[in-house]
């Protein structure tokens, strides 16, 4: 049976997440066949063919003091919205707001039984009938979300942050703290509120990546030509879409009429647009610069990578990170341990040492108000969210929060080099000319005998020429040498192209001629050589051209605490020496098998710890299993890169390496500086308790206002350009 997901009413905090655990777990068979989005209030279900229909487990839901609706029907048609009541939608602000203006009336009223201000305010009085009533009535409605809740965890005797605060609520009462049972629960309401409020930033984080996509696409009809618009999710595969200048590309296609350049920021993290033409891909979400043109639709709106980025990111809070689990089980045990102290407070010093009954009794509900735990657990799931999405708009698609915190802890990192360090494909590095030839015209000869061929060098001479405005008569009467080269006319005089080998076998090979070759050999470039029937016209030396930034990009990694890098390539050990040197690796290993890259990166295991593997995401895929943190290179666009990296760099940018580490330090030192602010504040208060300094209502400030200030500190990760 597939996964089945719910959206969950009241899902605010870590503690919910405990409480449909022990609930829904054993009904499913066991807890790890449940996964929850606190950010999005979204709990999934993994079930096998003996599990509970969704009424089931909406019912059991309900025992929880908690709501469950079907995600399918919650997001019926691709909007993830119900139509709501004004009381669902506002209810727990219509409350806050009501327990606001009865407790300002309970301390007016007091203000005016005792003709003192000040005394209302210190609790050094007695409180008239009314004055009661005004603040009972404020303490009702500030826990109006929170008794179902409190209710639920004292019958599984199961004591949780609602049942504290509910506790510390009717145990002032009890003493006559009137005042103080309705700020405590106004305060908390407030809490939740703007808790809730700030959690909804990450949130719309995320949504603002589905803004990126346009809903309608401009589609050519095939039978008359006339364009129409149409919602996206409604155009087929091979329909023809034209795109507008400075408009957003609504789905991925490959163009087949005009050229543009595009933004593929949204996308990549590209800064500079990059060029398109007839055959290019493009894709959903990037913008259209100056050109117009048209684009055959290749995917559905569904699977474009956008949306499939978006899909990633959401589901990437579902592996949670190791600082996620950790305070996911600290709090397991210490909700029961604080209640416990709030019990050991509240006995022992009056049964003990004659303390006074009413003085301890009340410390202990202080202990009770500082001990709730959702300060601390619900600023690590916004921290993580907020790392992720900001990544992915910075073009690293990061598939957990396990992953994000991984690349702060890397020791070693191995490079593929094709296509990773070097851009994957030849490229004309040095031009040789002999024999009263010039550069441009060696060139021209050599484009006008490779026009015709297939062959990655041609393209690449080609290339070259183009770049160069050569104009190219391609070569009559061309003849291919299997093996070695071709031969052809140019301007009715016999020319030839092929390998060093070739260039010996037409003779007129000098000394000097065979050195310059080797030297290009030597520098690990492919050599081809030009000649006509009378002498040698020059030499041209193509490589695979080291990427722009890879140099920078490996000299920052080192910068930044990494202690090896190392490249590992199947090419020859000439051309692998050659770009080492150029990208400042002072270690590689060349002519090597898939095998051999495996065992290269299971050594750098055994001797490092934390090693990283970057490379194409599918002929690496071996050596990036065996590696702690699995890098795919330029994924844009490829579903295999996407599916078997851990973590995704959507351009062929390798400086979003080093960010990468700096991002995932950053967050990592964030996390850390959450837990131990809220730990130390708890801490602080609970020495206040014993001082017997600490009153209710400052308690709940403090818990407050530790909650917003973890909550925002973690948000500042939404921002991905600061270190």
């Known amino acids: 049976m597939a996964n089945v997901a719910f959206k969950i009413e009241g899902l605010d905090c870590a503690e919910e997440v405990a409480i449909l655990k022990r609930e829904i777990g054993p009904m499913v068979g066991g807890e790890e066949n449940l996964t929850f989005d606190i950010l999005n209030g979204k709990m999934t279900v993994a079930r096998d063919g003996a599990g509970h229909d969704n009424d089931t487990i909406v019912q059991a839901v309900a025992r929880t003091g908690m709501k469950a609706t079907p995600w399918l029907e919650f997001c019926a048609s691709g909007v993830c919205a119900v139509e709501e009541s004004f009381w669902k939608r506002r209810g727990r602000l219509t409350m806050g707001i009501v327990s606001g203006i009865l407790l300002l009336a309970g301390f007016i009223s007091q203000s005016l039984y005792d003709h003192s201000f000040l005394s209302a305010l210190t609790g050094e009085h007695e409180e008239g009938a009314m004055t009661i009533v005004f603040y ?46 309705a700020t405590v629960t106004f305060l908390f309401a407030v809490a939740l509120l703007l808790e809730s409020w700030s959690v909804g930033r990450a949130r719309h984080a995320i949504s603002a990546l589905m803004d990126l996509s346009p809903t309608i696409a401009r589609v050519i009809d095939a039978n008359g030509g006339k364009i129409e618009e149409k919602p996206v999710a409604e155009v087929a595969i091979s329909a023809t879409v034209v795109v507008r200048p400075g408009e957003k590309i609504p789905l991925d296609g490959t163009i087949t009429k005009g050229s543009s ?36 639709v290749i995917r559905p709106a569904n699977d474009t990578t956008l949306a499939r980025i978006i899909h990633m990111v959401e589901e990437a809070q579902a592996h949670r990170a190791p600082a996620e689990q950790w305070v996911e089980k600290f ?89 990773t360090l070097t851009y994957g494909r030849p490229e004309v590095m040095r031009i040789l000319p002999f024999s009263g030839h010039d550069d441009k015209e060696l060139l021209s000869r050599a484009a006008a005998l490779e026009a015709m061929s297939q062959h990655p060098l041609a393209e690449a001479i080609l290339r070259r020429a183009g770049s160069e405005k050569i104009e190219v008569t391609p070569a009559s009467h061309f003849q291919s040498v299997q093996g070695k080269g071709a031969e052809g006319l140019i301007e009715g005089r016999p020319f030839w192209i092929g390998s060093h080998q070739m260039m010996h076998e037409q003779g007129g090979e000098t000394p000097e001629f065979h050195r310059h070759a080797e030297d290009l050999e030597k520098a690990g470039h492919s050599v081809v050589a030009i000649g006509n029937g009378n002498h040698i016209c020059g030499l041209i030396g193509l ?20 202690k090896h890098v190392v490249m590992l390539t199947g090419d020859n050990d000439g051309t692998a020496g050659a770009v080492a040197r150029a990208a400042g690796i002072e270690e590689y290993h060349a002519e090597l098998l898939p095998e051999h890259k495996v065992a290269a990166v299971r050594g750098l295991v055994e001797k490092y710890g934390r090693v990283a593997m970057v490379g194409d995401g599918v002929n690496d895929a071996p050596a990036m299993a065996a590696a702690s943190v699995a890098i795919a290179m330029g994924a844009v666009g490829s579903d295999a890169a996407i599916e078997t990296a851990d973590i995704a760099l959507m351009s062929d940018d390798l400086s979003k390496l080093p960010w990468l580490i700096k991002h995932s330090r950053r967050t990592v030192r964030i996390i850390k500086e959450n837990i131990w602010f809220a730990l130390g504040l708890k801490a602080l208060f609970l020495g206040l308790a014993l001082a017997n300094l600490a009153t209710l209502w400052m308690a709940i400030a403090a818990d407050m206002g530790a909650s917003l200030l973890v909550i925002f500190n973690g948000l500042r990760l939404l921002n991905s350009n600061s270190n």
């Open 136 to 181: 009972f009535a404020a303490a009702v409605a500030g826990a109006w979300y929170i008794l179902p809740k409190a209710l639920f965890s004292l019958r599984r005797l199961r004591p949780d942050m609602n049942l504290l605060m509910t506790v510390a609520a009717i145990g002032a009462m009890i003493i006559g703290e009137w005042f103080e049972a």
């Open 261 to 296: 350049t595009v933004n593929q920021a949204p996308i990549t993290g590209e800064s500079i647009p990059v060029e398109k033409k007839i055959g290019d891909e493009v894709f959903a979400g990037t913008i259209n610069n100056e050109g117009a043109f048209e684009f055959e």
């Open 331 to 419: 709090a397991k045990y210490y909700t029961p341990i604080m209640f416990g102290a709030a019990i050991i407070m509240a006995t022992v010093p009056p049964l003990a040492f004659g303390g006074e009954w009413q003085r301890w009794f009340y410390q202990a509900l202080v202990v009770l108000v500082i001990a709730c735990p959702c300060a601390l657990v619900i600023s690590t799931p916004v921290s993580i969210v907020a790392g992720l999405t900001s990544a992915a708009r910075a073009g690293v698609l990061i598939k957990g929060g396990a992953y994000l915190e991984a690349p702060a802890h890397l020791q070693a990192i191995a490079l593929d080099k094709t296509g």
């Open 543 to 562: 490589s695979d051209a080291i990427r722009e930034h890879s140099e920078s990009a490996v000299a920052e990694l080192k910068k930044n605490g990494i």
